[in-house]
């Protein structure tokens, strides 16, 4: 009788060892597709936040050459677009250091973007 319940002991052990045995693999299963998932949105994340920084500077640099054709076209309808003098008539015939200096730099902002 003793001889019986240890071997009823040892095959309840194997058996408890076989489920262990399964659960773990399971689990490593998961672990192995939760990485390879996490490597994937890794990538698409980077790929995201390069178009993001792509187009955020595209639209940088069409704000600021926008700025500097808008502020040239004033100029050469002959307005001022320097702040001591901005939107009085310019006489033609002569140029205004402000306003030049102006042009200058924003003209330099959308070379530089
Ligand atoms: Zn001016």
Redesign the pocket.
Same mark, same amino acid.
């Given at each position: 009788m003793a001889q019986k319940d240890e071997f009823q002991k040892f095959d309840q052990l194997v058996q408890q060892s076989q489920d262990l045995s399964k659960k773990l693999q399971e689990m490593k299963d998961s672990i192995s597709a939760l990485l390879i998932e996490n490597a994937e949105l890794k990538i698409e994340n980077e790929n995201l936040r390069n178009r993001l920084d792509a187009d955020t500077t595209n639209s940088k640099k069409t704000n600021v050459t926008n700025a500097h054709q808008n502020l040239v076209k004033l %100029?050469n309808k002959g307005y001022?677009?320097?702040r001591?003098? %901005?939107g #009085?008539h310019?006489n033609e015939a002569e140029g !205004? #250091?402000? !306003?030049?200096g102006?042009l200058n730099d924003t003209d330099n902002k959308s070379k530089a973007n």
């Open positions: %100029y001022h677009i320097c001591p003098m %901005y #009085a310019r !205004c #250091a402000f !306003c030049l102006i």
